[in-house]
């Protein structure tokens, strides 16, 4: 079973910058895709960035083009989510997810593994 274990999040003003970070359990870069997701209230959960560990690929969600950044720490097996520029509507509950067999989705339903969550609030 692998755990995710999110932390970083936290209350800021717009244009501020946040770095998130997710311990993985059992790390390896071969055959698996990692991701965030965030989650506003009355919101469906929607993709923010994915990274294929083996090559560094990354995609990002249009609305977070140019501001969010996901890396990878093989040696610390740590994915992070560095978020600069934020907006208001980027508050949300963040999540890291764990894709088994690499990025072939970007849907929620894709992911087989996801950690607690951490707070990010941006406020005007």
């Known amino acids: 079973q692998v755990r995710l274990v999110e932390s970083g999040g936290a209350s800021v003003q717009a244009g501020g910058s946040l770095r998130l970070s997710c311990a993985v359990s059992e790390y390896t870069t071969n055959f698996r895709c990692m991701g965030w997701f965030r989650q506003a209230p009355g919101k469906e959960r929607e993709g923010v960035a994915h990274?294929?560990?083996?090559?560094?690929?990354?995609i990002y969600a249009d609305s977070v083009k140019g501001r969010f950044t996901i890396s990878q720490d093989n040696a610390k097996k740590t994915v992070y989510l560095q978020m600069n520029s934020l907006k208001p509507e980027d508050t949300a509950m963040y999540y890291c997810a764990d894709q088994i067999g690499g990025c072939w989705g970007r849907s929620a339903s894709d992911y087989n593994y996801w950690g607690q969550g951490t707070q990010v609030t941006v406020s005007s």
């Open positions: 990274i294929w560990p083996a090559g560094g690929n990354t």
